[in-house]
């Protein structure tokens, strides 16, 4: 009965624990759109200023160079991320697959 009782007692704390662990992922999740957004957004307004108070070409060129830069960052880092989450996923597959003995 103890044994049982210990078991049971385990499984609802590793399930109350993924639980909180995948409320955090999403709510990091959500923190990483916002601040993205922010912060393209904040790209978008300076190279906005860059282009309109310059008066040369190089103006026209930095505004560009800064959009490209913004959107570029904000790609390479959602996509490091779904790379970071597939290598997780395939961790915690191959540890279940193998439990250690």
């Known amino acids: 009965q103890r044994i049982l009782a210990m078991a049971e007692k ?10 909180a662990v995948i ?3 999403i709510v990091k999740s959500y ?14 307004a300076v190279a906005a200023l860059i282009a309109v108070l310059g008066n040369s070409a190089n103006s026209k060129i930095l505004a560009a160079f800064i959009v490209a830069f ?6 390479l880092i959602a996509v490091n991320n779904k790379k970071s989450q597939t290598r997780q996923l395939d961790k915690r597959r191959d540890s279940s697959l193998n439990p250690p003995q």
């Open 23 to 25: 409320k955090s992922d």
């Open 31 to 44: 923190l990483g759109m916002i601040f993205a957004t922010i912060i393209v957004l904040f790209g978008m």
């Open 70 to 75: 913004d959107f570029g960052a904000v790609v």
């Open 10 to 19: 385990q499984s609802d704390h590793r399930q109350k624990v993924e639980v």
